[in-house]
Structures are given as C-alpha cells and as structure tokens.
C-alpha cells in the first residue's frame, strides 16, 4: 500500500509559479512511475506531467510543454511539479499518481492522492 500526500497549491496571478510536491509513504517509492493529472469542474481528467522511475524519462501534455517541469528525489520519496508562467486555463485540482507498470505518458495508476487546488486568477 502506498499513501500520497500532495501540497503546494494555492491561487496565483496569471503568469506566477507553483510547485507542487508530492510525498508518497513505503520504501517503494523508487519502483513507482509517477505522474500528475488534473481535473477541472466540467472538464475531463488530464495527465499533465509523467516521470520515468529513475527520472530519466518524462512527458508532458502539449497543454504544459515548456513552461512545467516535473521531477523526483527518490531518496525524499518526492515528486515535484514546477508550474511557471501559469494561466487561468491551469486552474484545477491536480493529483499525484503512482503506476507500478506503464510508461511515463500512459494513463494507468495503482495510487492517488487526496488532490490539491491550483487557482490562477488575477
């Protein structure tokens, strides 16, 4: 059983920055692809950002590309989203995901964590 513990949303102005971090529990963290969704009222989930389990490998959505960065500390059991240059159009609840199989861009998940908001407004 993995538990994830998301944090570091919050409402920011247009063109502003977040990072999220997302902590997991267990010594397994290292064996887990982990991504980030988000899902906004109305709207369908979407996987944002995906990592490799060594963090060699990522993917992003066309939506994020070049402006969010995500990467992990397997020794902290963390993975971050850096979100720069946000938009109005990122506001959301985004959730961490831990996959045991899979690849950084697919959609599957064994894990997922409570979510934190994301507002972008001004």
């Known amino acids: 059983q993995v538990q994830l513990v998301e944090s570091g949303g919050g409402l920011v102005q247009p063109g502003g920055s977040l990072r999220l971090s997302c902590t997991a529990s267990?010594?397994?963290?290292?064996?887990?692809?982990m991504k980030w969704f988000r899902q906004a009222p109305g709207k369908e989930r979407e996987l944002v950002a995906g990592?490799?389990?060594?963090?060699?490998?990522?993917y992003y959505a066309d939506s994020v590309k070049g402006r969010f960065t995500i990467a992990r500390d397997n020794a902290k059991n963390t993975v971050y989203l850096q979100m720069n240059s946000l938009i109005p159009e990122d506001t959301a609840v985004h959730y961490c995901?831990?996959?045991?199989?899979?690849?950084?861009?697919?959609?599957?998940?064994?894990?997922w964590g409570q979510g934190t908001q994301v507002t972008v407004s001004s």
């Open positions: 990592i490799g389990r060594s963090g060699s490998s990522t």
């Open positions: 995901a831990a996959a045991s199989t899979g690849v950084p861009g697919g959609l599957s998940y064994d894990y």
């Open positions: 267990g010594r397994t963290f290292s064996s887990y692809i």
